[in-house]
């Protein structure tokens, strides 16, 4: 059934009732969508004495925009001599949480990521569908596979595969390849100009630049020995992760290749501008952010969106990627900036300087 675009309807669990909510905060109503991590819809209605306001329980359903949600969380608030409620719904996408793949495929087994969803998503109630954007080329070992989550399998395989996005429609999953799913833009976020606010958040405790590698075959094919990155440990200090264990490799190199793949040799930048109210902006886009006067110029990945659909003055919240090249970027600016300071500094204390003499 098809329900008109910006109309939040209300519907059971069964499905036996549905309804369209009225008194709601519209300003409020928000949408959350964090790649790969969230997909959510808040809101707060008021007490009506109308049925749709009514059936927010949880596990009930909101619809809105042609997609589905799950109430999760419901808080209910007496305040005032005003009743109202306030909900949290998860995409629909989330039920998976809850639905499992109970069948394993024991041992070690070679699948493609075709074979992989088809034995994970067998049998498995609610009618959801995946569809496969981009080219995932061979086959991968997968160890035990099954007996899981479905969006825990689904983790398994992105981390396998190299799936760069999961991203819900619906009941359908679509998995995307980072060409497939990135689309560059050539639009600037430029602070002060069309966007009021840029936030920059460093950190450096998930970094990474030296581990252990340890062979756990039944004979083990060569003893531990760290794998480091050198120039990471000049710049920041020694910052060791978990070691990384294998079974299977034999070869060292091919073992540092892959201890090197847990390595985080900078640390992360996160970025968090307000849009103009007039522009819209949906993960997966790449964008210019440019803050004059601090020189800083990089191009970012829309990561995450915060969006006020019904609310014609709220602009969206929008954070943007933390790759290496972004921290760089904005590091090179800082040091410049640095240089210019300690500049300015040292000629105005020529500038100021006193001649002690007999006049």
Same mark, same amino acid.
């Given at each position: 059934?098809?329900?008109?675009?910006?109309?939040?309807?209300?519907?059971?669990?069964?499905?036996?009732?549905?309804?369209?909510?009225?008194?709601?905060?519209?300003?409020?109503?928000?949408?959350?969508?964090?790649?790969?991590?969230?997909?959510?819809?808040?809101? @707060?209605?008021?007490?009506?004495?109308?049925?749709?306001?009514?059936?927010?329980?949880?596990?009930?359903? %909101?619809?809105?925009?042609?997609?589905?949600?799950?109430?999760?969380?419901?808080?209910?608030?007496?305040?005032?001599?005003? *009743?109202?409620?306030?909900?949290?719904?998860? *995409?629909?996408?989330?039920?998976?949480?809850?639905?499992?793949?109970?069948?394993?495929?024991?041992?070690?087994?070679?699948?493609?990521?075709?074979?992989?969803?088809?034995?994970?998503?067998?049998?498995?109630?609610?009618?959801?569908?995946?569809?496969? *954007?981009?080219?995932?080329?061979?086959?991968?070992?997968?160890?035990?596979?099954?007996?899981?989550? %479905?969006?825990?399998?689904?983790?398994?395989?992105?981390? @396998?595969?190299?799936?760069?996005?999961?991203?819900?429609?619906?009941?359908?999953?679509?998995?995307?390849?980072?060409?497939?799913?990135?689309?560059?833009?050539?639009?600037?976020? &430029?602070?002060?100009? =069309? @966007?009021?606010?840029?936030?920059?958040?460093?950190?450096?405790?998930?970094?990474?630049?030296?581990?252990?590698?340890?062979?756990?075959?039944?004979?083990?094919?060569?003893?531990?020995?760290?794998?480091?990155?050198?120039?990471?440990?000049?710049?920041?200090?020694?910052?060791?992760?978990?070691?990384?264990?294998?079974?299977?490799?034999? =070869?060292?190199?091919?073992?540092?290749?892959?201890?090197?793949?847990?390595?985080?040799?900078?640390?992360?930048?996160?970025?968090?501008?307000?849009?103009?109210?007039?522009?819209?902006?949906?993960?997966?886009?790449?964008?210019?952010?440019? %803050?004059?006067?601090?020189? %800083?110029?990089?191009?970012?990945?829309?990561?995450?969106?915060?969006?006020?659909?019904?609310?014609?003055?709220?602009?969206?919240?929008?954070?943007?990627?933390?790759? &290496?090249?972004?921290?760089?970027?904005?590091?090179?600016?800082?040091?410049?900036?640095?240089?210019?300071?300690?500049?300015?500094?040292?000629?105005?204390?020529?500038?100021?300087?006193?001649?002690?003499?007999?006049?």
């Amino acid at each position: 059934m098809a329900y008109q675009k910006n109309k939040v309807v209300v519907q059971s669990r069964d499905k036996a009732t549905t309804q369209v909510l009225t008194t709601f905060d519209f300003n409020a109503l928000q949408i959350t969508r964090t790649k790969n991590e969230a997909y959510q819809l808040d809101l @707060t209605a008021y007490d009506d004495s109308s049925v749709a306001f009514n059936l927010l329980t949880i596990e009930n359903l %909101i619809i809105f925009n042609g997609q589905m949600y799950v109430i999760k969380q419901a808080t209910d608030d007496n305040a005032g001599g005003i *009743h109202s409620i306030n909900i949290t719904a998860m *995409h629909i996408f989330y039920q998976l949480n809850q639905l499992y793949q109970w069948n394993v495929k024991t041992g070690d087994n070679s699948f493609t990521l075709q074979q992989a969803l088809k034995y994970l998503f067998d049998g498995v109630a609610g009618g959801y569908t995946y569809r496969i *954007h981009g080219t995932f080329n061979g086959s991968k070992t997968l160890t035990d596979f099954g007996n899981t989550p %479905i969006v825990e399998g689904l983790s398994t395989l992105k981390s @396998t595969f190299g799936i760069y996005a999961i991203v819900p429609d619906g009941l359908t999953i679509n998995l995307y390849d980072e060409k497939s799913y990135v689309t560059d833009t050539n639009k600037v976020f &430029r602070y002060l100009y =069309d @966007t009021a606010q840029v936030q920059l958040q460093f950190d450096s405790s998930t970094m990474v630049n030296s581990v252990q590698a340890v062979s756990t075959a039944e004979k083990p094919a060569f003893k531990p020995f760290t794998v480091k990155d050198n120039a990471s440990i000049a710049k920041w200090g020694l910052k060791q992760g978990a070691r990384v264990e294998s079974d299977t490799i034999t =070869d060292t190199n091919a073992m540092k290749t892959l201890a090197s793949q847990s390595f985080v040799l900078e640390p992360t930048i996160s970025l968090t501008v307000t849009t103009a109210v007039n522009e819209t902006v949906t993960i997966g886009e790449k964008w210019t952010v440019q %803050i004059p006067a601090q020189q %800083i110029t990089t191009k970012v990945e829309v990561i995450s969106v915060v969006d006020f659909p019904l609310s014609p003055t709220t602009p969206q919240q929008v954070t943007l990627n933390n790759t &290496r090249v972004n921290f760089l970027d904005v590091q090179r600016a800082q040091l410049n900036q640095l240089k210019q300071a300690q500049t300015n500094e040292k000629n105005s204390a020529v500038g100021n300087m006193w001649t002690v003499g007999e006049v």
